[in-house]
């Protein structure tokens, strides 16, 4: 026991947490009945994705991924130890993440914007009631 | 400018979307005219690219000009198997949008310059998802579609297709974030996402290709692009959402953006992971194909117990999901299942538009929702109504026109590979589908009982007297789309050959270049 | 009860898969991992490229924002376009442009008020009347200056969208839409995704590949093409500030009043 978690655990630790954090979004997405928890879940499990993208750009003691004026002007003349990047961040994930974010943020705008029109025509947001209104709509046509 | 052209093929619809939102919020009779002429340019485009590919072979376009080392910039990617969805969606999309020209938005007509954004962003979208060489940017330009999806289908007046589209949004993002972790894998185990770059290093590293990580971000991706395209069990958005979104949307819709997915996925099969790899892991193509004959079983059942039209028009777009991923999947050595996969994306895509541009006619301009309203149909619409059977006559299977062939190859590999199950579900769905067709063909050419138009919706009675039949077609520009719709369906039927030939040159191609790892 | 079965039996699956594929990851930290310095034995990653060249290449130190605007500046643009589509999409869904209940819309005093229904919240409503130019200052800061530090076109967009949102809080809506109304909010949104596209565009005119900004060079007089290359993300920059800034403030003011524009919070 102590061995696996030496081994898969305490090594992996962000990508662990990273999957507690993401099926608790995944499971609110599929077992809640209110339509806004279910948005709260849909947010948590994208969040997720963020944390595992953003873990894995991460190097031991490295720092943000801006490079120094003055080692970048020396990397131009040619000093090539100038720039270290052990020392700096993988920048790529951030980037990603910048898009997944922006994207995460226009899918719940829309998707609020969905909740308000259906609580306007169906005055629930309670997925059981929905539906149950939805049905009654269908007998009458 | 003919170097830029895979970049000009989306550019033209994005540049129509912002002049529609600077123009065209005042004046809305700007619109038309500006899609339609940036569609028509991507047409142009698309066919340009087909034929420099026809011509050059794989065409790349190095956005930024960052050429080397590979995976720097974003490199677009036009070889023979995306330059032909390319041309059928840029045809589709102008079909549509002709379809719209009177009711974008159905009730709310104030809002047609939003509708019509939406519609060019969608297209933008899908050019994107096809042409691009980068995983990242397919799902960038996935949520492009999906998020001008779940619009499109919610700019609707009726309460259910809110709710649709909620649903959708929630199956949608599921799906695409299943596939960005998939994505993330990938780029955890190989630093690229460059879809060539990650092949070569999978194609050179055999160990690295089956370890668990890859294995995990392969399914996590197929996942994902099967809750895009509403493969069997992840179906559970597609039908109300086609079904109650408004007649012009569900036209572009409908076809394109499943056929779009299931385009995806052949593309992370061969060029992403390499069907050298795919055919040496046979189990896995088993299972597939086993979840597509479930899947082809379930749509077909599903679409006999429909009683509205684009309700049993969606089950039939499952039921053809199941046939492209089956095919996909069936890893016979001379790929006639993929190119029968290949093709029938195109030939889906242009069937489903027919149908459904014929169901929005009748909706309109018939009154008909439900089977038994369509009675009286080919008294009252003729021309309308062959259309309608052209495309139903594509779905079953009928020759010459396309449908008959895309089934054909996909058989033909099937046997191949030896997938007798497959076969067999492949021609009872046919049979199906054949059914459900001459029920409607006949309710339509021999019912007795003519409902007259009322225009709008679904609220007409059944107690209608029987009047003498006026023939009245849906008005020209629902017609024209419709009748080339048909056209088109019988004429890539007619041109088979030397599409498939040019769809094989692709496959055989890509498959060589990639797996000697140039 | 039948949708928590199912919800734990997907989860139990997929966190089961995901948790199987961790072990197989390579140490948190790593700087040796393939994402971080590429495959053994292969060609160096991409991200090492960008680590040692970014700065020769687009004289911007910021590596995200070179990264994000100019090498894959490709997908930013679509980034733009999402956040473009959401604010379409929302105004698909949401807005009301027929006087649909105009019976039952609330007398015009009420528009005035603000959530708590006080006309003189006198405190809250100088201090955001003074703080307001200040987060637009900070905002066009963190835009222009994205390239040295954290901060970039979106960053900067949603603090100038902010400020509008801010004074629609602390005033009412209307004072918010007076200064920014919804026919210039939808032309400022596509106004910048035709900067980001024009900018991107224009290398093609001097028969460069999109988004390549070295070929502006001659048009903007500078001495190399890293020089263009920085003006060019910094246009770029700007292009995805007014398309955010627009939708956050359009999202904001439909969704608190539903599509009417009208009263809210």
């Known amino acids: 026991m102590e061995a696996f978690f030496k081994e898969a655990v305490v090594p992996h630790f962000n990508f662990w947490i990273y999957v507690i954090i993401m099926m608790i979004g995944l499971w609110s997405v599929i077992a809640k009945n209110n339509l806004i928890k279910k948005l709260i879940g849909l947010s948590i499990f994208q969040t997720a994705i963020l944390l595992l993208y953003v873990s894995l750009g991460v190097k031991e003691g490295a720092s943000i991924p801006i490079i120094d004026h003055h080692a970048a002007e020396r990397s131009l003349v040619g000093d090539a130890g100038a720039i270290n990047p052990d020392l700096i961040a993988n920048p790529v994930p951030h980037v990603l993440m910048l898009t997944a974010i922006v994207v995460g943020v226009a899918t719940l705008g829309v998707a609020l914007a969905l909740c308000q029109m259906i609580y306007k025509d169906f005055g629930t947001l309670e997925e059981d009631e929905v539906l149950q209104k939805i049905k009654a709509l269908h007998d009458d046509v | ?518 | 009860m039948k949708a928590k079965i199912f919800a734990s039996i997907a989860v139990t699956i997929t966190g089961a898969i995901l948790l199987y594929a961790v072990t197989d990851f390579p140490n948190f930290g790593d700087p040796r991992s393939p994402a971080n310095a590429g495959v053994e034995g292969g060609s160096s990653s991409a991200s090492l490229y960008y680590i040692e060249n970014t700065y020769r290449d687009t004289k911007v130190p910021n590596l995200v924002t070179a990264i994000l605007a100019d090498y894959r500046g490709y997908d930013t643009l679509f980034e733009t376009v999402v956040i473009f589509t959401a604010g379409m999409a929302i105004f698909a869904i949401l807005r009301v442009l027929r006087n649909e209940d105009a019976p039952s819309a609330p007398d015009p005093e009420s528009t005035n008020r603000t959530i708590d229904g006080d006309h003189h919240r006198i405190i809250v409503g100088i201090t955001c009347r003074i703080a307001v130019p200040l987060v637009q200052i900070f905002a066009l800061y963190v835009v222009a200056h994205g390239h040295h530090s954290p901060g970039g076109g979106f960053q900067g967009g949603v603090m100038l969208g902010a400020s509008f949102i801010l004074i629609a809080l602390s005033g009412s809506l209307r004072d918010a839409l007076a200064r920014f109304s919804e026919a210039s909010y939808i032309r400022l949104a596509s106004l910048g995704i035709l900067i980001y596209a024009g900018v991107a565009f224009l290398p093609l005119v001097f028969g460069r590949n999109f988004v390549d900004y070295g070929a502006l060079r001659g048009l903007l007089g500078t001495e190399g093409e890293e020089m263009a290359r920085s003006h060019g993300i910094f246009g770029v920059e700007l292009g995805v500030a007014f398309t955010v800034m627009s939708v956050m403030f359009a999202i904001f003011a439909n969704l608190s009043t539903r599509g009417r524009l009208k009263g809210g919070l």
């Open chain 2, 1 to 518: 400018m003919s170097d830029h052209l895979p970049v000009l093929v989306l550019l033209a619809p994005l540049f129509g979307a912002i002049a529609i939102g600077l123009f065209g919020m005042r004046d809305h009779r700007v619109c038309l005219p500006v899609v339609l002429s940036a569609l028509v340019l991507s047409l142009c485009c698309a066919i340009g690219i087909v034929l420099k590919v026809h011509a050059g072979g794989t065409l790349d376009y190095f956005v930024a000009g960052w050429k080397a080392p590979r995976g720097i910039g974003i490199v677009l990617r036009a070889d023979a198997i995306n330059s032909p969805i390319l041309v059928v969606i840029a045809i589709v999309a102008i079909l549509a949008a002709v379809f719209t020209v009177r009711h974008a938005g159905e009730r709310d007509t104030e809002k047609t310059p939003h509708f019509y954004i939406l519609f060019l962003l969608l297209c933008v979208g899908l050019f994107g998802i096809t042409i691009t060489g980068d995983a990242f940017n397919v799902f960038v330009l996935i949520e492009v579609t999906a998020l001008t999806s779940y619009g499109l289908i919610a700019i609707g007046g009726s309460k259910r297709c809110k709710v649709a589209a909620f649903h959708y949004l929630i199956m949608g993002t599921v799906g695409a974030s299943f596939y960005l972790i998939g994505v993330g894998y990938l780029y955890l185990k190989l630093g690229s996402l460059n879809m060539q770059d990650i092949h070569t290093i999978l194609a050179s590293n055999e160990s690295l290709a089956d370890s668990r990580a890859i294995r995990t971000a392969f399914v996590f991706i197929l996942v994902g692009i099967w809750t895009k395209m509403a493969f069997f069990p992840l179906h559970g958005w597609l039908p109300n959402a086609y079904s109650y979104s408004p007649s012009g949307s569900a036209a572009i819709l409908a076809p394109l953006v499943t056929k779009v997915s299931v385009y995806v996925m052949v593309r992370m099969m061969v060029s992403v992971f390499g069907l050298d790899h795919l055919e040496a892991n046979v189990e896995w193509g088993h299972f597939v194909v086993w979840l597509a004959i479930i899947a082809i079983a379930a749509g077909s059942t599903m679409a006999l117990a429909q009683r509205e039209i684009k309700k049993m028009l969606c089950c039939l777009i499952i039921a053809e999901v199941g046939y492209m991923v089956g095919g996909a999947w069936l890893g016979d050595p001379q790929r006639w299942g993929l190119t029968g996969t290949v093709y029938h994306i195109l030939a889906d895509a242009l069937m489903t538009s027919c149908l459904f541009l014929a169901a929005g006619a009748f909706a309109k301009w018939h009154g008909a929702a439900k089977l038994e309203d369509l009675s009286g149909l080919f008294r009252k619409m003729p021309l309308a109504a062959t259309g309608f059977v052209v495309g139903g006559l594509a779905i079953i299977g009928v020759p010459p026109t396309c449908g008959f062939y895309s089934k054909f190859y996909l058989i033909r590999g099937a046997i191949e590979a030896g997938h007798w199950v497959y076969v067999a579900a492949l021609l009872a769905s046919s049979l199906v589908n054949a059914v459900l067709f001459f029920r409607i063909f006949e309710i339509a050419y021999f019912g007795k009982n003519p409902v007259e138009s009322h225009g709008h919706g679904d609220d007409h009675g059944h107690d209608h007297e029987s009047e003498p039949v006026v023939r009245r077609e849906p008005p020209l520009h629902a017609l024209i789309p419709l009748l080339a719709a048909a056209a088109l369906v019988i004429l890539l039927g007619l041109c088979n050959g030397t599409v498939v030939e040019f769809i094989r040159t692709g496959l055989i191609e890509t498959a060589t270049v990639v797996s000697t790892g140039r």
